[in-house]
């Protein structure tokens, strides 16, 4: 940290007055556009975390300031008990887009998740068979309520927040077997994520997906994907459920649905959707038109066949300048990519510490997994940029 910084002054006022659950980095941001940020020092830096995965169309991006102010000068809030027109827009164009035909609101990825496994339990008891079992798996991440912690598979997550909820069985992803003795007519829903971004961007297999689709079919049992991190184009496919060319019964999505405007979806069929009739669930802030006015412009971008294209041509370019860095230095022992998503697992050096060495450098990265460098950028970064973080990242070795 350089004396006489001005990141310094508001670092440790933050240390000061935030509950201690995060560890920022030492500088502030101050200003960003595209995949550049700056910092108070006027410092530069190039952005390949895109906000974890959430400014899916990079910094101050001009038609999502332009939607956003049109949406700002129009109207705020209505509550619930008013139509709010931004939502119903989002929602026209999430349901055109997917398998869905309707669509539930929120603020965030946890919520979405609370509700889609509020809408499976809701779903068989509506129809006189009531199941309260959800089955997970070991390595996933769901979000941080008492739920969702429930749901993953991070000890450290749970450690001293018990009792969690019952009801919830693990079983070992990509474990083909292991399915037939999870799934069961007790089984009210499996949710899955496509491919697991916190543990480091491992994907399922095909055969994975399409027995766990087949299996919960014939069970009866909803198949939920939470597409919180691998949707809106991260994946080079709209949702990462179309990538595997299965349908499941309800998803969810957030984060880069907002480009940076915090919102959640769950997103189901009518018929399932039908047994959440009026008082059954809800949020205050669900919908905000300012954040669905974004997501509605994000959408319209991501979900164009050319956009998604370049998301998988520029995946190439990252994974050939990733592995010829690691020719020369000799870093990771494996690089995973899945679109603008990509987990390089380090070899000899700690994760933190190599973040804190890229940030010196000008770059932004974030850690995934048990020591796991995660590149989330902005999935309309551009070639030179690319170059030029990849190109700090080899000094950084
Ligand atoms: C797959 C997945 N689900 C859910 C969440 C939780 O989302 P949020 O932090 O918006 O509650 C995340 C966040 O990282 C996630 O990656």
Request: proline share 3%.
């Amino acid at each position: 940290m350089k004396e006489n910084s001005k990141n310094n002054h508001l670092r440790e006022i933050y240390d000061d007055v935030m509950l201690p659950n995060y560890a920022p980095a030492y500088f502030v941001p101050e200003s960003a556009k595209g995949s550049r940020l700056w910092d108070k020092d006027n410092k530069e830096y190039i952005d390949f975390g895109g906000g974890i995965a959430v400014n899916s169309l990079g910094h101050a991006n001009p038609d999502l300031i332009d939607a956003l102010t049109k949406q700002a000068q129009k109207i705020w809030h209505v509550s619930n008990y008013l139509t709010n027109e931004s939502a119903v827009k989002l929602a026209q164009q999430l349901t055109e887009l997917t398998f869905a035909e309707s669509v539930f609101f929120s603020n965030s990825g946890s919520e979405a998740n609370e509700a889609a496994i509020k809408i499976a339990r809701k779903y068989h008891s509506s129809n006189n068979s009531p199941r309260s079992e959800i089955v997970s798996f070991e390595g996933s991440f769901h979000g941080r309520s008492l739920l969702n912690i429930s749901l993953g598979g991070t000890e450290l997550h749970k450690k001293g927040f018990e009792p969690l909820m019952p009801g919830i069985k693990h079983g070992v992803f990509n474990d083909i077997k292991g399915l037939e003795n999870l799934i069961s007519e007790k089984t009210a829903a499996v949710i899955i994520e496509p491919v697991q971004g916190e543990a480091g961007v491992y994907s399922a297999t095909q055969e994975f997906m399409d027995k766990l689709r087949s299996l919960t079919s014939i069970h009866g049992a909803l198949l939920i994907v939470d597409e919180v991190q691998s949707g809106v184009g991260r994946m080079g496919s709209l949702y990462g459920y179309m990538h595997y060319e299965i349908e499941p019964d309800i998803l969810t999505s957030a984060k880069g649905l907002g480009g940076g405007m915090p919102i959640g979806a769950t997103l189901t069929t009518r018929s399932i959707g039908e047994s959440m009739q009026p008082g059954t669930h809800g949020s205050t802030f669900g919908g905000n038109p300012m954040a669905c006015a974004v997501a509605d412009t994000v959408l319209t971008v991501v979900s164009d066949k050319e956009f998604l294209d370049e998301v998988l041509r520029k995946e190439k370019l990252f994974v050939k300048l990733l592995n010829e860095l690691n020719e020369e230095k000799s870093v990771f022992s494996a690089i995973r990519s899945e679109g603008l998503w990509i987990g390089c697992d380090l070899i000899n050096e700690e994760s933190s510490k190599v973040i804190d060495r890229c940030y010196d450098n000008g770059l932004i990265l974030v850690s995934a997994g048990s020591n796991c460098l995660r590149l989330a950028p902005a999935l309309n970064i551009n070639d030179d940029d690319i170059k030029e973080g990849i190109e700090i990242l080899k000094q950084v070795f």
